[in-house]
């Protein structure tokens, strides 16, 4: 949510169907993301950073914070070198909405 999202073309055929990842992966879960991440200054931070935040709960806005994940940029590189997908699109974030 704060950071950059990609649309990728997968290139391979057979195993990986055309397909490649469709997320960075978790690096923490999302208790411990609470623990580590208060809501309320990932609301602000996302603010200052030009993105418009919508969710009921800073609890479940901490489950998802950017630290809670691997680097996007980082996942599509090794898409990419591996040959499964290429890049099409980078986009930037302007708004998140959370249930």
């Known amino acids: 949510m704060g950071t950059a999202s990609y649309v ?6 057979g195993d ?18 609470i623990r580590r991440i208060r809501g309320r ?3 602000a931070q996302l603010a200052l950073a030009g993105i418009e ?9 901490a489950e998802e914070a950017p ?4 680097d996007v940029d980082e ?18 974030p302007l708004g998140v909405v959370k249930g």
Do not use: I, N, Q, W
């Open 75 to 92: 996942v599509v590189a090794t898409c990419e070198r591996a040959g499964l997908a290429r890049r099409v699109a980078r986009l930037r």
């Open 16 to 33: 990986a169907f055309h397909s490649a990842c469709r997320g960075a992966g978790r690096t923490m879960s999302r208790h411990a993301a």
């Open 53 to 61: 935040v919508r969710s009921p709960s800073d609890r479940g806005l």
């Open 67 to 70: 630290l809670a994940y691997k």
């Open 8 to 13: 990728l073309a997968g290139l391979v055929d």
């Open 41 to 43: 200054d990932l609301r």
